[in-house]
């Protein structure tokens, strides 16, 4: 079984950057792509970024420009670098993984993803 462990979240002022990481366990993480998504109360989870193998990004535009997902596959361990936040980025962030066959797969949907961490919050004060 594999586990997504999210940290790195807080409490930060509009404008500021933060990073949050996620460490997963076992040997095959080359093999997974990656997302992050985020959840705010009273919304659904929404995509904030994906990797795939091969380390190609995808962003929804809500969040292009701002937050970088990188990998090192060496730690196990994907990142979100998210710069120039705002008040509304605050919400749950989690991390998810699934093993796919192809490098260049995209996972962009939460029904795409077998693995989950238990998220991290991110609150942006205005």
């Known amino acids: 079984q594999v586990q997504l462990v999210e940290s790195g979240g807080g409490l930060v002022q509009a404008g500021d950057s933060l990073r949050v990481s996620c460490a997963a366990s076992g040997r095959f993480f080359r093999t997974y792509a990656m997302g992050w998504f985020r959840q705010a109360p009273g919304k659904e989870r929404e995509l904030v970024a994906t990797?795939?193998?091969?380390?190609?990004?995808y962003y929804p535009d809500s969040v292009k420009g701002r937050f970088t997902m990188s990998r090192d596959n060496a730690k196990n361990t994907v990142y979100l670098q998210m710069n120039s936040l705002k008040p509304e980025d605050t919400a749950v962030y989690y991390c998810?993984?699934?093993?796919?066959?192809?490098?260049?797969?995209?996972?962009?949907?939460?029904?795409?993803?077998?693995?989950w961490g238990q998220g991290t919050q991110v609150t942006v004060s205005s």
């Open positions: 998810a993984g699934s093993s796919v066959f192809n490098e260049w797969t995209r996972l962009t949907t939460t029904t795409q993803y077998r693995y």
């Open positions: 990797i795939s193998r091969d380390s190609t990004t």
